[in-house]
């Protein structure tokens, strides 16, 4: 199973959007974006989920530090459309881990994330 440290503006409703969206195939932890960041880089948590009002600086800026700049992405942002699915599994395939939501678009584009990365682990 795997888990999704999630953190930021509104990480409870990260959380909830993850919780359903996996349906019980994978797990939340609630953390702030230095302990998220830190779980995936010790290999405790399997990805990084972050929102702020733009979907990068404050969502991105600790994981990006700590995880590097090629291991993140921005997912949505304030007049960014929400990445496709296509677009957030060629992410994925490309080793990104940590990805940037805009608080506004957390409903949208954190169900997309979780689908792709199931779709990717699972047979």
């Known amino acids: 199973m795997i888990t999704i440290a999630v953190c ?32 995936v ?26 995880l590097g700049a090629d291991r993140v992405t921005r997912l949505s942002g304030v007049g960014i459309p929400t990445a496709t699915p296509e677009t957030i599994i060629e992410a994925l395939e490309s080793g990104r881990v ?3 939501v805009a608080h506004s678009h957390i409903d949208q584009a954190v169900p997309n994330l979780v689908e792709a990365i199931l779709k990717r682990i699972e047979p």
């Open 8 to 39: 930021g503006m509104g990480k409870e409703q990260i959380a909830r959007a993850v919780r359903s969206a996996a349906d019980g195939r994978a797990t939340v932890e609630v953390k702030s974006d230095f302990e998220a960041a830190s779980a």
């Open 41 to 66: 880089s010790q290999g405790v948590a399997d990805y990084y989920i972050g929102a702020c009002q733009s979907g990068a600086g404050g969502a991105l800026a600790i994981a990006t530090a700590i």
């Open 98 to 100: 940590a990805f940037g």
